[in-house]
């Protein structure tokens, strides 16, 4: 099916922006924490313990377990117009500290014209070539007006007593517990500027049904899903709470998952949704989503963690004509199906549009 030229991979209307230079000071302030000793900081220690890197997987997972399929664009593109062009909804400023005055005014531009910002934290403190953006002798981010936000740096980050947020000096010691112990109080939403103030309240968004009247389709979380990253963070509350608000968000603009997986009722993580179109027919391909831990040798290595036995698929949309591709089996038309999932296989479904 991918090979043929007329077999499109659909993506939903959401972009997260990668921003190199972001990465790179990102990485410094990882490198802090090890003070003197930050030239031996190794590849295979960075790719366990890079901020950056932990952060975006934690954002693509949460995406996906939201039954969301999103793009990562550069700044390049952004700055070309792409999201305006390509009808974009929704872009996601991921731990993006360092980002210019053009980068700005292209996210202002498409905000302008209808689109969703969703930042998690630090947004536009510096500009693209790592220079503080200082303000009256204080700190103050690029998007501060958009989002509403008033800072006061003095009282810190995090705990109030680091700027890193993955600690490199904990590398032989579990994900979480390189984490400052902030990242797992609060529902797992605990603010990372602790002066800063105007940013969006995520804990009574996700207990208010009412939507986001005041949000004004910018939403600053001041917080990080980093945590999300670890599988039993995924299956926990915390988890549930992180998905119930980025799937609220969405539905704000009118996005919302083509097939939501569920067990007992409930929506569940750790199961990824690919869908193919090609003229009139529609393929829905379920596999299983773990989290990987990055390998400079290989494609890296799963806790084992996953999902298995009967999974009903809830889609937005009635379907027909459909049966499995591997056992040939067809299923009622409707809005669900029924599968056993394994997760070790591919769950391939073939149906009309």
Request: glycine share 8%; charged share 25%.
């Amino acid at each position: 099916l991918p090979s043929d030229p007329n077999s499109k991979l659909e993506f939903d209307p959401i972009a997260i922006l990668y921003s190199h230079p972001s990465v790179q000071l990102s990485w410094a302030t990882d490198a802090l924490v090890h003070r003197k000793t930050w030239p031996r900081r190794s590849s295979s220690l960075d790719n366990n313990c890079s901020s950056a890197g932990k952060n975006r997987i934690a954002w693509n997972k949460l995406l996906e377990d939201c039954g969301f399929q999103a793009r990562w664009v550069s700044v390049d593109q952004l700055e070309a117009g792409e999201l305006i062009r390509n009808n974009f909804k929704a872009l996601i400023l991921p731990r993006s500290l360092a980002i210019g005055e053009k980068t700005c005014e292209a996210i202002r531009q498409f905000h302008k014209r209808g689109g969703c910002i969703i930042a998690d934290h630090w947004t536009g403190l510096f500009d693209e070539h790592g220079k503080a953006n200082i303000e009256n002798g204080s700190l103050k981010g690029r998007l501060d007006d958009l989002f509403k936000l008033s800072r006061d740096e003095t009282r810190g980050y995090f705990d109030g007593k680091t700027i890193t947020e993955v600690n490199g000096e904990l590398y032989n010691r579990l994900f979480l517990e390189r984490l400052p112990k902030y990242s797992l109080t609060n529902n797992g939403f605990s603010n990372v500027e602790i002066g800063t103030t105007g940013a969006f309240n995520m804990k009574n968004a996700t207990n208010n049904s009412n939507g986001f009247p005041d949000a004004d389709r910018a939403f600053y979380l001041n917080s990080s899903p980093s945590a999300y990253f670890d599988s039993k963070v995924r299956l926990s509350e915390t988890g549930s709470n992180w998905r119930n608000l980025i799937s609220r968000l969405m539905k704000s603009v009118k996005i919302e998952a083509k097939v939501i997986p569920s067990k007992g009722g409930n929506p569940i993580p750790m199961v990824e949704v690919l869908s193919w179109r090609n003229k009139n027919r529609h393929w829905i391909v379920i596999v299983s989503n773990p989290t990987r831990t990055a390998s400079v040798n290989g494609a890296g290595v799963s806790d084992g963690t996953s999902i298995n036995g009967e999974v009903v698929l809830k889609f937005s949309t009635p379907h027909s004509g459909g049966f499995d591709v591997r056992t040939g089996n067809a299923f009622k038309e409707g809005n669900t199906v029924r599968i056993q999932f394994d997760p070790k296989s591919a769950t391939v479904l073939e149906m009309n549009n």
